[in-house]
């Protein structure tokens, strides 16, 4: 189970000395032609992330190994994919890069595009029960594979007292192998972000019934 951020004691000196760390980061997505309020909300987010980032290292461990959802590639083409993502997320692998962190390739390509096409023809909806029960469980099947492939990925490549930076979505189902002690990192900002969305969504409703 990952631990708040806010509740990390400073650890003692020896308490990690064979322990894999992983500090988790959700994904939060902008646009240049996202409403303001949004982007300035993103914006305080990623702030709010490199601080804490930098809390954490300071009483966990520097970072030694970064990886990115969607990426399927290692060191410099690995971060050419993160900057063509989510130029927020890239800027904080970048800094980690040039302190002596290496990016892992953590994606395999053809099932993480089966995972989003099936996911894909889920948001449709069907007329037929035997085609929406076939296509739920081809999604759920292809998502399982690449769930236990992000978890291998990680665990394959995060050495002893290493420490691992994930950004991943939230409500994403990877286990995590059980030697590895994850630290989500769950800024202030995220909460406002989640308000305004469902504000948002309110309101786009309440105009489609009117």
């Not at 993160?82 to 290496?102: M, T």
């Not at 035997?130 to 978890?151: C, D, G, I």
């Amino acid at each position: 189970m990952a631990e708040p951020l806010g509740k990390i004691d400073k650890p003692r000196a020896d308490e990690y000395k064979h322990a894999r760390r992983l500090y988790l980061v959700p994904l939060v997505y902008s646009t240049d032609n996202a409403p303001e309020e949004y982007r300035e909300k993103c914006i305080a987010y990623w702030q709010q992330v490199t601080e804490q980032l930098a809390n954490l290292e300071s009483k966990a461990g520097k970072v030694t190994r970064i990886y990115h959802e969607s990426v399927s590639q290692g060191g410099d083409e690995g971060m050419k994919a993160v900057q063509e993502l989510n130029p927020s997320s890239f800027s904080i692998a970048e800094a980690k890069c040039q302190a002596g962190a290496v990016m892992e390739a953590l994606e395999d390509e053809q099932l993480l595009h089966q995972t989003m096409d099936w996911g894909r023809c889920l948001m449709l909806g069907f007329l037929s029960e035997t085609v929406a029960k076939t296509v739920s469980e081809s999604y759920f099947q292809a998502a399982s594979k690449r769930n236990q492939l992000l978890a291998e990925r990680i665990s394959s490549t995060l050495d002893d007292d290493s420490v691992g930076l994930l950004f991943i979505r939230e409500g994403h189902l990877v286990q995590f192998p059980a030697d590895i002690d994850v630290f989500s990192v769950f800024p202030p900002a995220l909460d406002e972000i989640h308000r305004w969305l469902r504000d948002r969504a309110t309101l786009e409703r309440e105009k489609a019934e009117d």
